[in-house]
């Protein structure tokens, strides 16, 4: 799942061939800001530091760790309850890099999306336009 949070943009899986819903989530990040501040939220709202996380893994993802599913619940669940913003993409202002406009580009993009299918123009699947852009596809 994607996340577009003040804290940063996550994506949330449980990676392929773990099955059981005990296994730890694997929270990845574009930016090492985002990561520790992920990091920092764990350990600040359940009191367990997570030590590692992967660099540049050669993957799309720069920054990943694999934390205990309870745990990325509990920093979801705290990011809901604390949210006070009543106009989201205007709450993200960051000095270090353009992350307002990063998230304006996909807002602006699934916006674009929405009105052609609310005009009733064809709009090519998500589906069938992921599974030319990435071998990850499942069957």
């Avoid at 309870?70 to 993200?92: C, E, G, M």
């Amino acid at each position: 799942m994607w996340i577009f949070t003040k804290i940063g943009f996550f994506s949330i899986v449980q990676k392929e061939g773990s099955r059981d819903p005990n296994a730890d989530l694997c929270v990845r990040a574009r930016f090492r800001e985002d990561m520790n501040k992920f990091l920092f939220a764990v350990e600040e709202i359940t009191g367990t530091k997570i030590e590692n996380y992967l660099e540049h893994a050669g993957t799309d993802y720069a920054f990943r760790a694999f934390i205990p599913r309870p745990l990325v619940s509990k920093v979801i669940t705290r990011l809901v309850d604390t949210l006070d913003a009543d106009n989201f993409k205007n709450s993200v202002h960051d000095d270090n890099w353009d992350r307002e406009g990063a998230y304006a580009s996909c807002w602006n993009a699934l916006y674009k999306a929405q009105e052609k299918v609310l005009n009733e123009e064809p709009v090519e699947s998500w589906s069938k336009s992921y599974r030319h852009t990435s071998h990850r596809m499942r069957k």
